[in-house]
């Protein structure tokens, strides 16, 4: 099992990863490089889901009636859910195998980060491909700028007691609760608190953010610099799929959407 991983996804997605650093000459440009190549290749398989996402959103107002309507008959609620979207040709469940592919990527990837970012030069070496291979005296500079993507982002001052998270981390956190808050429906109705699903979902787009920031503190900034840009690609994909969603009323409130 371990090796069929291997051959199938960490040594491929190892070596497109040096190769693009022996293209870019810098190891954040080849993250940066990697995460948009692959969104890229898994954009057909998340289309069709952010756009039975956008039919979703549509449906709230109907939702939120049906909510009313059936309030103290939840198995009522659900077989009116499921007519509803069965007669306008949405399948809840169609998001779930993108979801899980992109989940299995982002393992693999995170364990060829962590490879190059705390393995000496040498294992790396010994997992790439035979025309993919660096000189044996290669040192993989691991600095983006003024950021060493081998250490946490985290910014010190004299005199506190603790770290505070870094441009990186706040900017991933931020770009993650955007991306989440438009996939709501624009005027989405509070959650009713005895609506589980609904009510998870909205907690999610708070909870993330901060498993952003907690994570954050622990891994490589190598990695929180793939969640900013994978984040940051998946809310363009989203705006294209289905427009502001439920950040409209702040667009609003800029001045920017009449």
């Not at 609760?177 to 959650?191: T, V």
């Not at 998870?200 to 498993?211: D, H, N, T, V, W």
């Amino acid at each position: 099992m371990i090796e069929i991983w291997n051959t199938t996804l960490f040594y491929p997605l190892l070596n497109l990863l040096m190769w693009l650093y022996k293209l870019t000459g810098n190891f954040g440009w080849a993250v940066i490089s990697l995460t948009v190549a692959l969104r890229a290749i898994m954009t057909p398989l998340v289309w069709n889901s952010m756009k039975a996402m956008k039919k979703q959103q549509e449906l709230a107002p109907e939702l939120a009636k049906l909510k009313i309507e059936f309030k103290d008959k939840k198995q009522e609620l659900m077989t009116a859910q499921a007519e509803l979207y069965k007669k306008n040709g949405i399948n809840p469940a169609s998001g779930c195998l993108p979801q899980i592919l992109q989940i299995v990527v982002l393992i693999a990837l995170f364990n060829a980060f962590n490879l190059v970012l705390k393995s000496p030069t040498s294992e790396v070496v010994s997992k790439l491909y035979a025309f993919n291979q660096l000189p044996a005296n290669t040192t993989i500079s691991t600095w983006f700028y003024n950021i060493n993507l081998v250490k946490p982002d985290l910014i010190t001052i004299p005199g506190m007691k603790f770290a505070l998270p870094g441009v990186l981390v706040l900017l991933a956190a931020l770009v993650q609760f955007l991306s989440s808050k438009m996939m709501m429906a624009e005027n989405a109705p509070k959650a009713d608190p005895d609506d589980v699903m609904a009510s998870s979902q909205e907690q999610m787009i708070y909870m993330f953010p901060l498993m952003t920031i907690v994570f954050g503190y622990q891994f490589p900034a190598g990695l929180v610099l793939y969640w900013l840009v994978f984040s940051l690609v998946s809310g363009i994909q989203q705006y294209y799929a289905t427009g502001w969603g439920g950040l409209t009323p702040w667009i609003k409130r800029l001045g920017l959407l009449k």
